[in-house]
């Protein structure tokens, strides 16, 4: 199985901050990397597909970036609706599998 | 829009048995692989299954291989997950997704998107 691996599990920061989120895969993923946002309540919304493109209609302070095992989430710059938390997956082979979760607060 | 509705969840004992649907509106999924994750209270997501368009292949978590079946039913563009003896730690938020997929020559990434909005599965006594 393929382990994925998120740090830090949380953090806070402010608004207007730039936050990194890195996740790495226990074996080479290539790109076949995704991330989601998942707010209280709600269900997971796709971010990040291919490790570095931009789901349709996502703010553009949202970036993905990484490949082979280690991978980053950047937000440029903190909106409050961005206060969430983040998951990294890989879907390419199976068992599918997630990680553990960064889940962002406000300073 | 693109929208998939689950329904089915309830409040069911331990040993006991569940089915939850998820109905596609927006696209259909016959042309679609699907999938289940679930979410325990508090935790992280899982992956549950996985089923291939026509049904035939499907893939399962460990954790629920041999006690929970996919199926679909293409003509009504629905999902299905039957829970068979079920335990305490099956309590979750279900959700079914569609699997998402872009090819470049030989190699394909894939995701999912979207997300329905989650189904209540309570195993208790």
């Known amino acids: 199985d393929i382990q994925m691996t998120q740090s830090p599990s949380s953090m806070s920061a402010s608004v207007g901050d730039r936050v990194t989120i890195t996740c790495r895969a226990s074996q080479d993923i290539s790109i076949s990397l995704a991330w989601y946002q998942q707010k209280p309540g709600r269900a997971p919304k796709l971010l990040i597909y291919a490790a570095s493109s931009l789901q349709s209609e996502v703010p553009s302070r949202f970036s993905g970036s990484g490949s082979g095992t280690d991978f980053s989430l950047t937000i440029s710059s903190l909106q409050p609706e961005d206060f969430a938390t983040y998951y990294c997956q890989q879907a390419n082979s199976f068992p599918i599998t997630f990680g553990q979760g960064t889940r962002l607060e406000i300073k | 829009e693109m929208y998939l509705e689950g329904s089915g969840g309830g409040s069911v004992q331990p040993g006991g048995t569940l089915r939850v649907s998820c109905a596609a509106s927006g696209f259909s999924i016959s042309n679609y692989v699907m999938n289940w994750v679930r979410q325990a209270p508090g935790k992280g997501l899982e992956w549950v299954s996985t089923?291939?368009?026509?049904?035939?292949?499907?893939h399962y978590a460990n954790s629920v291989k041999g006690r929970f079946t996919v199926s679909r039913d293409n003509s009504k563009d629905t999902l299905y997950l039957q829970m068979n003896s079920l335990r305490a730690e099956d309590t979750a938020i279900y959700y079914c997704?569609?699997?998402?997929?872009?090819?470049?020559?030989?190699?394909?990434?894939?995701?999912?998107?979207?997300w329905g909005q989650g189904i209540l599965v309570t195993v208790s006594s």
């Open positions: 089923i291939s368009v026509d049904g035939v292949i499907t």
């Open positions: 997704t569609r699997y998402a997929t872009s090819c470049s020559g030989d190699t394909c990434y894939r995701w999912f998107d979207p």
